[in-house]
């Protein structure tokens, strides 16, 4: 799935600006808060696929 593959990547990423802002860095700590807000979306999309996919089967058997 395309956005769970999309999810692991973002938080790969923000590994780096998560450490500097528990350091104290204040714009890590803003890029880290803007990756959670993307990590967010791509949690929900996937929840939204996986709700989607759950009502085919119900529908199809």
């Given at each position: 799935m395309e956005a769970?593959?999309?999810l692991k990547?973002?938080?790969a990423e923000v590994d780096d600006d998560m450490?500097?802002?528990m350091g104290?860095?204040?714009a890590a700590g803003t890029r880290v808060r803007q990756a959670?807000?993307?990590v967010k979306e791509?949690?929900?999309e996937i929840?939204?696929?996986i709700l989607?996919?759950?009502k085919k089967e119900e529908a199809s058997g």
């Open positions: 769970y593959e999309r990547k973002l938080v450490q500097k802002a104290g860095n204040r959670m807000q993307a791509a949690a929900q929840r939204a696929g989607e996919q759950r």
